[in-house]
């Protein structure tokens, strides 16, 4: 009998041990990506430069110090230059160029550009992201979270949706995939961050369109909405946990997009330090957002699950031009400067990433949906990713990724600024102005600043650009803004260099 046992013994032991040695990129992780409304590249105390910036010692961000002390930072990390096209990205491994939604949406049908003096904008898909085929001006196709949720995750979408515009389906995040939607509607910013307010704009006569859905226990109470949304998603985080499931949360919080209310917990120590009115609420709601990445990670802790869930931190476009400008960089939101699409990128994978790594490799969001695929082992399905390249070999440090792929933006709209289009391949990034059919040629790597215009002095690597962007355009049917003198689309560039080379 004592033999048997030490037979028994013996076996279980060296079970446990295998299982302890197995690679945890091989277990079922959860994934947490903790996406932020309108959050520049310097807009936190991590330093995404290569020096430490004013904005890095304006702002206190500890909890994302964490993160990137636990993981690993991306510095040059970027999205599309305003919201919902970045969203939609994201969700479906597109580009901005081929799902056509490349400006923000709000109401169906109806279009969010502006009028100009000379070009009118496409008939883009204004209604956003479809959850059935067939419906007008929208994009159909499976989502990260379907897929996802077919794979066994509990979906959880907390916060900002705007996927698809009012009175359709991709409204509601449950269509698309989600099987928890917490506050997720068609707008893309709040009432009111304030509970006092109701998460309403009615106190300052705004439209009810932007009144944030579904949280009513917390109306009249003296709570900002980033904490509101927290405890939300940490709640659904238990009971995903309490069922046993893996989960993905996709906690997308509506911060720090305006209106801008101040976070009366962290408010007051930005005026004593000296900051403006405006500058000490734009830096309390950073650090009531980055308090909630830390609460997040707290709950994770004590559910026992911090071990196996990934962690990716990332913004969705660059900062808005009524805040701080993210120097070094030049531009804001809307732009197609660094400042309208560098964004801060953080990820931990316990187990793969090392600690307090640094990657300098370019990427881009659509490359989000085949990589949290690939995370959850569901290769097959991240190849159904159009646009989007899975970064997983950056972070486990097996495999390859390419070093000087060519990654696009396309912005054929009139809002708020003039469209363009631009392209960005190894060091070098073209940018074509849509109205005067201007283009702008920048080293990003060597000017960072985006100020010294090569245009006329490497007109070289201007063709190859230029033939590389008017490709890939083609390639997806791009739509081009309207010239209103001559009644056709803006041509691509390099028809605009033959031209010109004829002249």
Not at 218 to 241: K, W
Not at 277 to 283: H, L, S, T
Not at 394 to 413: C, Q, V
Request: proline content about 6%; charged content about 25%.
């Amino acid at each position: 009998m004592n033999i048997f046992k030490k037979v028994v013994v013996l076996v279980l032991t060296s079970i446990i041990m295998a299982c302890q040695s197995m690679p945890k990129e091989d277990v079922v992780p959860n994934i947490v990506l903790f996406f932020v409304d309108d959050m520049g590249w310097q807009d936190t105390s991590v330093p995404f430069h290569t020096e430490i910036t004013q904005l890095n010692n304006q702002y206190h961000t500890p909890n994302m110090e964490q993160l990137a002390r636990e993981g690993m930072k991306f510095t040059q990390a970027y999205a599309t230059s305003v919201c919902s096209p970045s969203r939609i990205s994201l969700m479906t491994g597109m580009n901005a160029a081929r799902h056509r939604v490349t400006n923000w949406t709000l109401f169906k049908d109806k279009s969010t550009d502006s009028n100009h003096d000379k070009v009118t904008a496409p008939n883009w898909n204004v209604n956003g992201l479809s959850a059935v085929p067939g419906e007008d001006q929208a994009i159909y196709t499976e989502t990260l979270p379907q897929l996802l949720k077919k794979a066994g995750y509990k979906t959880i979408h907390t916060g900002k949706a705007h996927f698809g515009a009012r009175e359709t389906s991709g409204e509601d995040p449950r269509n698309l995939g989600f099987d928890i939607n917490i506050a997720g509607h068609a707008a893309g910013g709040p009432g009111s961050y304030l509970g006092k307010n109701n998460f309403s704009g009615a106190w300052r006569n705004a439209m009810r369109v932007w009144d944030v859905p579904g949280l009513d226990k917390y109306h009249g109470q003296d709570i900002h909405l980033t904490e509101a949304l927290t405890l939300e998603a940490n709640e659904a985080i238990s009971q995903a946990v309490e069922e046993n499931k893996p989960f993905y949360l996709y906690m997308s919080h509506y911060a720090i997009h305006a209106p801008w209310e101040k976070d009366d917990r962290f408010y007051q120590k930005y005026r004593d330090a000296g900051l403006n009115k405006f500058d000490a609420v734009y830096a309390s709601m950073i650090e009531g957002m980055d308090k909630s990445l830390g609460d997040i990670m707290e709950n994770l802790k004590q559910q026992g699950v911090y071990d196996n869930t990934i962690i990716v931190f990332m913004s969705d476009n660059g900062v808005p031009k009524q805040a701080a400008r993210n120097l070094p960089l030049r531009g804001h939101k809307l732009t197609p400067y660094e400042g309208g699409s560098r964004v801060p990128l953080l990820v931990k994978w316990p187990g793969v990433t090392q600690a307090t790594t640094i990657n300098n490799q370019y990427l881009i969001i659509e490359d989000i949906f085949p990589t949290f695929l690939e995370m959850a082992g569901l290769n097959k399905e991240a190849k159904k990713s159009i646009d989007g390249i899975s970064f997983k070999p950056l972070l486990t440090g097996k495999g390859t990724y390419p070093k000087d792929r060519p990654i696009y933006w396309h912005f054929p709209n009139t809002y708020d600024h003039t469209p363009y289009s631009a392209i960005r391949k190894g060091p070098w990034k073209l940018i074509y102005h849509h109205v005067d059919r201007r283009m702008e040629l920048f080293n990003v790597q060597d000017d960072i600043s985006e100020e010294n215009n090569l245009f006329v002095s490497n007109p070289v690597k201007v063709k190859e650009l230029a033939g590389l962007l008017s490709d890939y355009l083609r390639s997806v049917k791009a739509q081009m803004p309207v010239d209103k003198l001559t009644g056709k689309p803006v041509e691509y560039p390099d028809r605009i260099q033959k031209e010109q080379k004829r002249e």
